[in-house]
Structure formats: C-alpha cells, structure tokens
T-cell receptor, first 119, second 110 residues
C-alpha cells in the first residue's frame, strides 16, 4: 500500500502571499489531519477532515483553512503568510472511525511533510 | 494551550541501558495515548499506544505506562540501541482530536 504523500516537499514564499499544500492519504483512509511542527512547539494540531467535513479544529487563526475532496485527498491553505508560519506541515491519515464507545483507536500515518519557508 | 507536555527536550543514554521518556497531560477526557518516533526529514511513525482502560502495554523492547490519576504517560525502551536515536512525541487523543507534546530528542550512545 502506498503511504501518505504530500506535495510540494519544499516551498518558499514571501510575507503576504498565500499557499496551498496537498495531501493524499493512504488508500481507503477517510480521515486526514494536518499538523504544524516548529522547533520547541512540537506538533500542533490544525484540523481534521473526515468524509469532506471538518470534524475537529485546533487553535489556529482563520488564515489557516482546509478542505477535503470526495477521494479523501485534502488541501490546506494559508493566506496572508507571516514569518511565523515558517514550519514543517505534516498531514496524517487514518481510517477515521472511532469505536462505538467513542474511543479514538485509530493509528495515524504521517506523510513526509512540506517544509514552508516564509521570507 | 499545551494539553500535552514533554518537559525534557533531550535525553542521552548508553547503549544497552533503559531509556525512559515522560509525558504529562492536562485533559482527563483523553482516552487514547500514543508514542511516535521521528527521524530527520521523515514524518513521525507510530511506535506504541495504550487505551485509557489499561495501565501498561508492551511491544518488544517498548513498554508504555499510563498513570491516569497523575495524568502521566511514560515510554520505556529496554535495552536502548543506537538506532533508537530520534525525536519521540507523545500524543493524547479524544475522538480523533490528537494533541502532541513538543518532543524529546533521545540519543543512544554506543
């Protein structure tokens, strides 16, 4: 089975621009989550999409948005880029189905990430 | 808000000894906990997990302990090997909303 793929792998933008990152999940996975990784902050949750609907959202400003297509591929968009948006953006896919008791037992599989540099 | 904390940014151990990585969380509603390992230029890879209904899960050299009353999670690696050198993230999950710690860089010296 092919793993999670992310494109592009590297991106350089300037302040004020916008950027769109793409994530293709593992075949059959319906949940895609996005994370931002910066030094010292670890992995910070952005949002999760399941069946084309945003199901969970982290504490990021509205400049960060996403969407999911019917084939489960997901895109993340950041508008009006700021220097502090420079980070590694990771997406992860999983089956997305919680257990009947609500237990979140899915394992997430991560892509290699997109390294965004904002100048 | 940092709901999951790894207070040690780095840890160095000798090959063959035990590595203990610690993690604390604040939200008692988390019901599933995981450890991920990350090498440079790669995405994190799943290592081991534990449900909130258990207090221990073992997989080969890796054991995860959960102390719900203390809201504390730990990963034990015995014996440690140089190939274990990586950044380890703990994560806590509720309904697929997963929160990660900042990571601990483990260095295993030969």
């Amino acid at each position: 089975k092919a793993g999670v793929t992310q494109t592009p792998r590297y991106l350089i933008k300037t302040r004020g621009q916008q950027v769109t990152l793409s994530c293709s999940p593992i075949s059959g996975h319906r949940s895609v989550s996005w994370y931002q990784q910066t030094p010292g902050q670890g992995l910070q949750f952005l949002f999760e999409y399941f069946s084309e609907t945003q199901r969970n959202k982290g504490n990021f400003p509205g400049r960060f948005s996403g969407r999911q297509f019917s084939n489960s591929r997901s895109e993340m968009n950041v508008s009006t880029l700021e220097l502090g948006d420079s980070a590694l953006y990771l997406c992860a896919s999983s089956g997305g189905l919680a257990g009947g008791t609500g237990l979140s037992t899915d394992t997430q599989y991560f892509g290699p990430g997109t390294r965004l540099t904002v100048l | 808000d940092q709901q999951v904390k790894q207070n040690s940014p780095s840890l160095s151990v000798q090959e063959g000894r035990i590595s203990i990585l610690n993690c604390d969380y604040t939200n008692s509603m988390f019901d599933y906990f995981l450890w991920y390992k990350k090498y440079p230029a790669e995405g994190p890879t799943f290592l081991i997990s534990i449900s909130s209904i258990k207090d221990k899960n073992e997989d080969g050299r890796f054991t995860v302990f959960l102390n719900k009353s203390a809201k504390h999670l730990s990963l034990h690696i015995v014996p440690s090997q140089p190939g274990d050198s990586a950044v380890y993230f703990c994560a806590a999950s509720l309904w697929n909303d997963m929160r990660f710690g900042a990571g601990t860089r483990l260095t295993v010296k030969p």
